[in-house]
Nanobody
Framework: QVQLVESGGGLVQPGGSLRLSCAAS????????MGWYRQAPGKQRELVAG???????NYADSVKGRFTISRDNAQNTVYLQMNSLKPEDTAVYYC?????????WGQGTQVTVSS
């Protein structure tokens, strides 16, 4: 049973930074491309960043230039460095595979950007 556990969220002022982590209970990172998703209140969950097994990355236009996704396959961990945060980045952030596997959703980590 694969379990993904997100951490690192919190309350931050506009312009601030956070680093999210996603740890997997099983050794899945060697087999899957991975992504960070987010869901804001009243909105659908969206993909914000993805990284292939080889390390190639892609980003949603809304976060390009501000967010950086990375992975450490040996540690079974995926990271999301978020800089220059904006109030519209407020959401619950989740990691999952690409394409996503519905049974892999974790609890997510709340990111709130507010002054």
């Amino acid at each position: 049973q694969v379990q993904l556990v997100e951490s690192g969220g919190g309350l931050v002022q506009p312009g601030g930074s956070l680093r999210l982590s996603c740890a997997a209970s099983g050794n899945i990172f060697s087999f899957y491309d991975m992504g960070w998703y987010r869901q804001a209140p009243g909105k659908q969950r969206e993909l914000v960043a993805g990284i292939t097994r080889g390390g190639s990355t892609n980003y949603a236009d809304s976060v390009k230039g501000r967010f950086t996704i990375s992975r450490d396959n040996a540690q079974n961990t995926v990271y999301l460095q978020m800089n220059s945060l904006k109030p519209e980045d407020t959401a619950v952030y989740y990691c999952n595979t690409l394409p996503l596997i519905p049974t892999y959703w974790g609890q997510g980590t709340q990111v709130t950007v507010s002054s």
